[in-house]
């Protein structure tokens, strides 16, 4: 190969690099490594097998079939990152979207909603408040400690 042959090359290469610059979109076929590689297809790749990628978003089988927005690393066609997956006319790309929980805070007070269940764990101690009112507390040991009135009402009071 002469030298403009190798100059020419190498051009044409830069070209072809250069064009993977923009955002393509492709289709993610598959997850595997127990859910760690995405992989995904697209137009203009190299040969038809499905390439590994990685990704900057949580994927989850149910996104496997979806239209996934690439960017290459190095603008290297066989190095693509999944930025994100394309919403459908569903919106919600999973089976069922996820209880909504509310955080509301102005400095002095803050508050947690949820709809049916709110946990709060740290270790083998929880508190877990239900819709229907109750409230566990649950641990290794418990201490309820006052400077005032530490007064336990209810219906009916138990104690072992």
Avoid at 18 to 25: F, G, H, I, M, R
Avoid at 30 to 48: K, M, N, R, S, Y
Wanted: with cysteine; proline share 4%; charged share 20%.
């Amino acid at each position: 190969m002469s030298g403009r042959d190798l100059i020419d090359a190498q051009l044409e290469a830069a070209a072809a690099i250069a064009a993977w610059n923009p955002v393509v979109t492709g289709e993610l076929i598959a997850i595997t490594d127990e859910g760690q590689t995405p992989l995904v297809v697209f137009t203009g790749q190299v040969g038809t097998a499905a390439v590994r990628a990685r990704s900057v978003v949580d994927l989850h089988g149910a996104h496997i079939g979806r239209h996934v927005v690439l960017m290459f690393e190095d603008a290297d066609p066989s190095r693509p990152i999944v930025m994100g997956v394309l919403r459908g006319a569903q919106g919600w790309p999973l089976p069922e979207m996820p209880a909504q929980v509310d955080v509301e805070a102005d400095g002095e007070r803050m508050l947690v909603s949820a709809t049916s269940e709110l946990v709060l764990r740290c270790g083998k101690a929880s508190i877990t408040l239900t819709r229907e009112g109750k409230v566990l507390i649950h641990g290794t040991y418990i201490s309820s400690r006052s400077t005032g009135v530490n007064r336990l009402k209810g219906g009916s009071v138990q104690l072992n």
